[in-house]
Nanobody, 124 residues
Framework: QVQLTESGGGLVQAGGSLRLSCYAS????????FGWFRQAPGKERDFVAA????????NYVDSVKGRFTISRDNAKRTVYLQMNTLEPEDTAVYYC?????????????????WGQGTQVTVSS
């Protein structure tokens, strides 16, 4: 089992940057693929980015390609989401998730463990 704790959210102006962190406690960090999802008020939870188990493959939703970068540091048990050139449409609660499916899945149902979320607000 793994417990996930996100941090790094906040309020930023359009065009700015934030880096989200997701610390994973518990067992077998190296056994999981990780993803980031986001949920805006009144909307479903949507896929943002994911990195495979062997961190040799990444996957991004089209709207963030070229702006967001997912990475992981196994020694620090931490997954990051670097977000640049933020837009008001990026405003949401961002969730980190862990999956035993090795590939960087975009499906919510492939992720077993979830963090509590961190709020990202982008002002225009």
């Amino acid at each position: 089992q793994v417990q996930l704790t996100e941090s790094g959210g906040g309020l930023v102006q359009a065009g700015g940057s934030l880096r989200l962190s997701c610390y994973a406690s518990g067992s077998f960090f190296n056994s999981y693929a990780f993803g980031w999802f986001r949920q805006a008020p009144g909307k479903e939870r949507d896929f943002v980015a994911a990195m495979s188990l062997r961190f040799d493959t990444t996957n991004y939703v089209d709207s963030v390609k070229g702006r967001f970068t997912i990475s992981r540091d196994n020694a620090k048990r931490t997954v990051y989401l670097q977000m640049n050139t933020l837009e008001p449409e990026d405003t949401a609660v961002y969730y980190c998730a862990a999956s035993l499916v090795g590939r960087p899945s975009s499906r919510v149902s492939d992720y077993r463990y979830w963090g509590q979320g961190t709020q990202v607000t982008v002002s225009s």
